[in-house]
């Protein structure tokens, strides 16, 4: 009898030791997993020199972008063609195709200037821009400007060329 105790209590030692096993190994994966992988970090609050330079950089794509005048049509053309790719070459041309004819036809001018920019997410090379821009818009002859407030999301790719802008929103 002594002998069936003892085996006994081999027998729960050894569940024991397994189950307690088992569990590590389900919290040493838990804990794995929950850890967040390179791509998906949010540094847009916690590394200030890198959210500083994209908000920077958006700004100026906005700016030079966004504005135009008759006699500057071509060059912001070139500009949008540099510093947009994907979606947001469509979402552009959708925006702000028939101003630019304006510009040429009617002698349209537009004024954006960027009141402010704040980084919603900053991923690796990819980042979340919302942009708050003081827009005036003028025709050639009126005594008259437009003025407006425009907010745009803008979602941003990160190339060898800097920041380039892949998706707008307006908002």
Same mark, same amino acid.
């Given at each position: ?6 085996? #006994?209590? $081999? ?6 030791? !397994?189950?307690?096993?088992? =569990? !590590? ?18 540094? !847009? ?7 500083? =330079? +994209?908000?920077?950089? !958006? ?7 966004? #504005?135009? $005048? ?5 060059? $912001? ?23 630019? #004819? ?26 979340? +821009? ?11 002859? #009126? ?8 907010? +745009? ?5 990160? $190339? ?12």
């Amino acid at each position: 009898m002594a002998e069936s105790a003892r085996s #006994s209590r $081999t027998r729960v030692a050894l569940a024991v030791v !397994a189950v307690l096993v088992v =569990a !590590a190994a389900v919290a040493l994966g838990i804990a794995a997993e929950s850890k967040p992988r390179p791509g998906e970090i949010n540094y !847009a609050h916690v590394d200030q020199p890198r959210t500083t =330079a +994209v908000a920077d950089q !958006a700004q100026r794509i906005t700016d030079k972008v966004f #504005s135009f $005048t008759p006699d500057t049509v071509a060059a $912001t053309k070139r500009t949008a063609q540099q510093t947009l790719r994907g979606d947001a070459v469509a979402q552009y041309e959708k925006l702000y195709g028939p101003l630019l #004819s304006q510009a040429r036809n009617d002698g349209l001018s537009m004024d954006t200037s960027v009141a402010s920019v704040g980084v919603q997410q900053l991923r690796d090379d990819h980042a979340t +821009v919302l942009v708050f821009a003081n827009q005036r818009g003028q025709k050639k002859g #009126s005594d008259q400007p437009s003025l407006g407030g425009a907010r +745009v999301k803008l979602e941003l790719l990160h $190339t060898d060329d800097g920041w380039k802008i892949i998706g707008i929103t307006v908002l």
